[in-house]
C-alpha cells in the first residue's frame, strides 16, 4: 500500500485479556517501529525491528508485552492481560534506513481502550 | 535529564508571525534531527529533518541546528491557523542506539486569527 497501514483503528477490551495490533509498513522498507502514546503526552518508543537482525525490544514496558515481525512484512504487537494503565495509541512506523537520513512514516494508529 | 527536551507550552502566536520552537537533546553524538507535527488525534508527519549544522529551510518552515550547543529549532514564518498542532521534536543518538529516533514531549503551538 501507498501508506503504514494500522488494524484496527479502534479497540475496546476489558481488563485482562489479550489483544493483538496489527502494523502493515510500506514496502521496501526495512524498519519498523512500535510506540505508545498516552493522552496528552509524547511518543514511547517500544521496539524496534531492522532487517534480519534481532530486535531492539527496549522499549517494552514489562513481559506482557511482546512484538513479531515476518521478514520485511507485517509486525503485530500482542499485549497479554491486559490492564487499565494500557490504554493509549499505540503507532506504527516504517522507514527505509540509510545512514543518518532514517525517515520514519506512521500509521494512523490503534486507539486502545481497556476497560 | 531527559534525552531529548521540549518546552510543552502551549506557545501562542498571532496569525503573521513566526513561531519558534526549541529542543535540547543529552547525546553528544546525535547525529540527525526530525520535526514532525501532529494534529490532535492524528498521526504524526514529517515537516523537517537536519543532521547539518546551519540552517535548512523549505517554504515557511525553517530548521537550525546546533551541535555544539546540543539545540535544534524550528521556525515557522507567517503562521496561520492551520499550524495550530503539536510539534515533536526526534533525535537519532546515532551510534548508541542505530535507526531508533528518541522524542521529546512536543510542543503545543496555537496561532490565533
Known amino acids: 500500500g501507498a501508506g503504514v497501514s494500522q488494524s484496527p483503528s479502534n479497540k475496546v477490551t476489558e481488563k485482562g485479556k489479550d489483544v493483538e495490533l496489527r502494523c502493515d509498513p510500506i514496502?521496501?522498507?526495512?524498519?519498523l517501529y512500535w510506540y505508545r502514546q498516552r493522552l496528552g503526552q509524547g511518543l514511547e518508543f517500544l521496539i524496534y525491528f531492522q532487517g534480519n537482525s534481532a530486535p531492539d525490544k527496549s522499549g517494552l514496558p514489562s513481559d506482557r508485552f511482546s512484538a513479531e515481525r515476518t521478514g520485511e512484512s507485517v509486525s503485530t504487537l500482542t499485549i497479554q492481560r491486559t490492564q487499565q494503565e494500557d490504554s493509549a495509541v499505540y503507532l506504527c512506523?516504517?522507514?527505509?534506513?540509510?545512514?543518518?537520513?532514517?525517515?520514519?512514516?506512521f500509521g494512523a494508529g490503534t486507539r486502545l481502550s481497556v476497560l | 535529564q531527559k534525552e531529548v527536551e521540549q518546552n510543552s507550552g502551549p506557545l501562542s502566536v498571532p496569525e503573521g508571525a513566526i513561531a519558534s520552537l526549541n529542543c535540547t537533546y543529552s547525546d553528544r553524538g546525535s547525529q540527525s534531527f526530525f520535526w514532525y507535527r501532529q494534529y490532535s488525534g492524528k498521526s504524526p508527519e514529517l515537516i523537517m529533518f537536519?543532521?547539518?549544522?546551519g540552517d535548512k529551510e523549505d517554504g515557511r518552515f525553517t530548521a537550525q541546528l546546533n551541535k555544539a550547543s546540543q539545540y535544534v529549532s524550528l521556525l515557522i514564518r507567517d503562521s496561520q491557523p492551520s499550524d495550530s498542532a503539536t510539534y515533536l521534536c526526534?533525535?537519532?543518538?546515532?551510534?548508541?542506539?542505530?535507526?531508533?529516533?528518541?522524542f521529546g514531549q512536543g510542543t503545543i503551538l496555537t496561532v490565533h486569527p
Open positions: 512506523a516504517s522507514s527505509f534506513v540509510q545512514g543518518v537520513k532514517n525517515i520514519q512514516y
Open positions: 514496502s521496501g522498507h526495512t524498519a
Open positions: 537536519i543532521y547539518s549544522n
Open positions: 526526534a533525535v537519532n543518538m546515532g551510534r548508541r542506539s542505530y535507526g531508533k529516533l528518541t
